[in-house]
């Protein structure tokens, strides 16, 4: 276990920069999560730190040793790729092994190390299968059972449940989640998914065109996004945003005219153009904010309307069976404390 | 596929189907039609594979001479061969020749693809060249050959001399094993390219991610290639390798255009002695002979790579 450091990272391929300048702290036993959109350069950021790219400028280091210059093999590192790249030749328990073999372990040895994990992962009775006859989330595991044999400072995964299906995405992160409570090793994980971010990470680090946008908990980035991008981002449904500006007497006006409350203005000043952000969840049926219903979504234990307010499409949350039909017209309430506020033209959060 | 079960199609019951002709009925028939589909295939076989091979060994039970037509005479050509030195001599050239230059194939086969799977500049434009040798005629290459080991005026001898490393013109083809490693480095130099550029395919079907993970699990260069790259390329190697040494072990345009066999028969191969024999010495019963003779060992080479090198338990599916 060791703690990773990220000063003031650059990549270029030739004259163009993908990386602008990354700083990322991450504490000894850390889960943290890289998210952004694709080519935001998470996963080139995640190879630079395994070995696997060129680092142009800056430094990364691994518990106190500064990294940028070893081979993949002396950072002590494990990772996990999104194909899972498993030696198709070897069965999976010297897959698992093939560390330790090129290190000169013995063979006992090695069979000793295999096995416990082997079991944590139930892969005990596939241990002599070649990948082929795995399923992909069996493959999935021997991938991490590889990474859990080495016993590294740091794991690292690229975006390991991309090529599963939805819910057994959904069984694996359980299983890592659970896995690094287990071994408590530094963790750093890739993924497009916010979904995996929010519910795996400690610590979530949102990337966005070569920069980092925000960094924080699952519920800080949740709760007070610090830009535009970082509110949009995460959060399924996303947030509603609305353009308008802030009027003398606190409120705040759509483009059409539809006043709406705040709370905390922070350093809005009436008349900036602002856009108004506001989570689906935090709207409720009965309240004096027209919205134009255009579409339903009922999903059981709660219901997406879908419909135009002040000028923009907003999804509504509700808890609540609403009875509404497409195309009618209902009034709904906004918690004032949900509100955020910001600059339309930089992005960034202005209220408080 | 089955017949239409009658009984449970009462439609067709009904209204009994009209007697077809033998045409719309084979028309119909997934294996006639399948049979019809497969009669040219089956023509060219016969005509163009079949009938020249069952002629050729025909004609080494006969004593046929070009312009008299022969009688069978048994086994009576293979055991003249037998006790024929220059055959045993084109029998060892054979071997020689195969065995040399296919290892050599190989490995500079082997080593041109892994540079070449690299990020170079001007990728494609390498590969291109690559292929320059296998795409020129082999005659043209044989008669390029022919010059670069000209006993007088060969650029070889010229540039050793010019480097002061010799005093007078290397006799390439005039001397037995001279001649022989002559045309095997002609052979190397034009086989090359066919399995450069089949191991380059082979090689990049295997991901990248496969040797970055070795990478990361501390493989060295050297134990990457030994470890990962040449198990997962066996496959490639062996098909490729079968080919390449089907392709050297009947070579004739090369011999023939550089030597004609010569010096001394150093050089005669088993497919140019046959030709010798039938065509311009006009015994073509003993030239067949000659030629069904190398089919044992094309039938081992063909054995070996079928069994010894079949599909790997990892390829297979799940059982």
Known sequence: ?352 | MPEPDLAENPRMQDDPPPRKGGWARLSESRNGLGFLFMLPAVAFLLFFLTYPLGLGVWLGFTDTRIGRSGIFIGLENYIWLFDDPVFWLSVFNTMIYTLVASVAKFGLGLWLALILNRHLPFKNFFRAIILLPWVVPTVLSAMAFWWIFDSQFSIISWSLMQLGLIDRPINFLGEPWNARWSVIAANVWRGIPFVAISLLAGLQTIPQSLNEAAAIDGATPWQRFTKVTLPLLTPIIAVVMTFSVLFTFTDFQLIYVLTRGGPVNATHLMATLSFQRAIPGGQLGEGAAIAVAMIPFLLAAILFSFFGLQRRKWQQGRD
């Open chain 1, 1 to 352: 276990m060791a703690s990773v450091t990220i000063e003031n990272v650059r990549k270029s391929y030739g004259s163009v920069e993908i990386l602008h300048g990354i700083n990322i702290s991450i504490d000894e036993g850390g889960f943290v999560v890289l998210v952004g959109p694709s080519g935001c350069g998470k996963s080139t950021l995640l190879r630079m730190l395994a070995g696997l790219e060129h680092i142009t400028s800056g430094q990364i280091r691994i518990g106190n040793r500064v990294v940028n210059d070893l081979a993949p093999k002396e950072r002590d590192i494990a990772m996990v790729f999104q194909n899972y790249a498993l030696y198709p030749h070897l069965t999976v328990a010297e897959n698992m092994g093939f560390s330790l073999k090129l290190a000169g372990v013995s063979r006992a040895e090695i069979a000793e190390k295999v096995r416990p994990a082997a079991e944590i992962l139930g892969l005990a009775h596939l241990l002599e299968r070649y990948p082929r006859m795995l399923s992909g989330g069996q493959r999935q595991r021997v991938a991490m059972g590889r990474a859990i044999v080495r016993d590294p400072q740091v794991f690292l995964f690229d975006e390991p449940l991309s090529n599963l299906d939805a819910k057994l995405r959904v069984t694996m992160r359980t299983e890592i989640k659970n896995l690094h409570q287990r071994l408590k090793t530094t963790t750093v994980y890739v993924t497009h998914d916010q979904i995996e971010a929010m519910t795996m990470a400690d610590k979530i680090v949102v990337m966005h065109d070569g920069i980092v946008e925000q960094v924080g908990t699952p519920l800080e980035l949740y709760d007070r996004p610090d830009n535009l991008f970082v509110a949009g981002f995460i959060g399924s449904p996303a947030m509603n945003m609305i353009a308008g500006t802030l009027t003398g007497d606190g409120r705040f006006e759509a483009k059409d005219g539809t006043m709406l409350p705040v709370g905390d203005t922070g350093s809005a000043r009436p008349g900036q153009p602002l856009v108004y952000g506001l989570r689906p969840e935090l709207m409720s049926p009965g309240g004096d904010i027209p919205l134009t219903v255009d579409v339903i979504e009922p999903t059981g234990a709660e219901t997406h309307v879908v419909g135009r307010l002040g000028g923009a499409e907003i999804t509504g949350v509700f808890r609540e069976r609403v009875a509404v039909e497409p195309g009618s017209a209902m009034q709904i309430g906004v918690t004032p404390a949900g509100v955020h506020l910001f600059d339309e033209a930089s992005g960034q959060r202005v209220s408080g």
